[in-house]
């Protein structure tokens, strides 16, 4: 049972274009929802997350969009750069510390 | 630096062979996770711990797979009669010492059953 679905599983952006990535949850019992940023050969580091009381949190040229009622969550990731090219995964967790349950991914290229 | 060490980085073994990975994470007191990782997809959860007590197990978990945390530091990782079907990054990852619900994860053991 997938209960984070993710899309799309790849995005191709030009530098300093904006990419965006979508995710939708089943479980609303979920009340933590990280976004990891994964690097070839490293495992997923975390980027930035949300908790469901707020409908945005922006960190740097990061931000995530949060619609409660629509069990849907979005990163976006404002003038985007070559670094920023890797595998991005949202995911989500009961209380925080509970298990994390991650969404399939999203391969972002940036292309200068 | 994450913190969390993995080894071996890579272990290539034919099918029957049994494996063992290890973690090793700077602290011992915080919450222990195992992951799968297969190419193209996302961590799937394992197992973790809470000191040496193994407080959750996912059903991906067969009875081939255990996980043990002696004395709540260290943990390992042990495939028996490995399959194919095994082969993934097995994934290591504690929690912090504050309670924001982050991962920080080791950078894997992966293996490749031939």
């Known amino acids: 049972q997938q209960q984070v679905k993710q899309s799309p599983q790849s995005l191709i952006v030009q530098k300093g274009g904006i990419s965006i990535i979508n995710c939708a949850y089943e479980n609303t019992a979920f009340d933590y929802f990280p976004w990891y940023q994964q690097f070839p050969g490293k495992g997923p580091a975390l980027l930035i997350a949300i908790r469901p009381d707020v409908s945005e949190k922006k960190e740097g040229r990061f931000t995530i969009s949060f619609n409660k009622s629509a069990k849907q969550f979005s990163l976006h990731i404002m003038d985007s750069q070559p670094g920023d090219s890797a595998t991005y995964f949202c995911a989500a967790s009961k209380g925080g510390y509970q298990k994390v349950t991650f969404g399939t991914g999203t391969k972002l290229q940036v292309i200068p | 630096d994450t913190g969390v060490s993995q080894n071996p980085r890579h272990k290539i073994t034919k099918r029957g062979q049994n494996v063992t990975f290890r973690c090793d994470p700077i602290s011992e007191h915080n919450r222990l996770y195992w992951y799968r990782q297969t190419l193209g997809q996302g961590p799937e959860f394992l197992t973790y711990?809470?000191?040496?007590?193994?407080?959750?197990k996912s059903r991906l978990l067969s009875d081939r797979f255990s996980a043990e945390r002696p004395k709540g530091s260290f943990s390992t990782l042990e495939i028996q009669r490995t399959e194919q079907g095994d082969s993934a990054m097995y994934l290591c990852a504690m929690t912090g010492t504050g309670n924001t619900g982050e991962l920080f994860f080791g950078e894997g053991s992966r293996l490749t059953v031939l």
């Open positions: 711990f809470q000191n040496e007590a193994q407080l959750e």
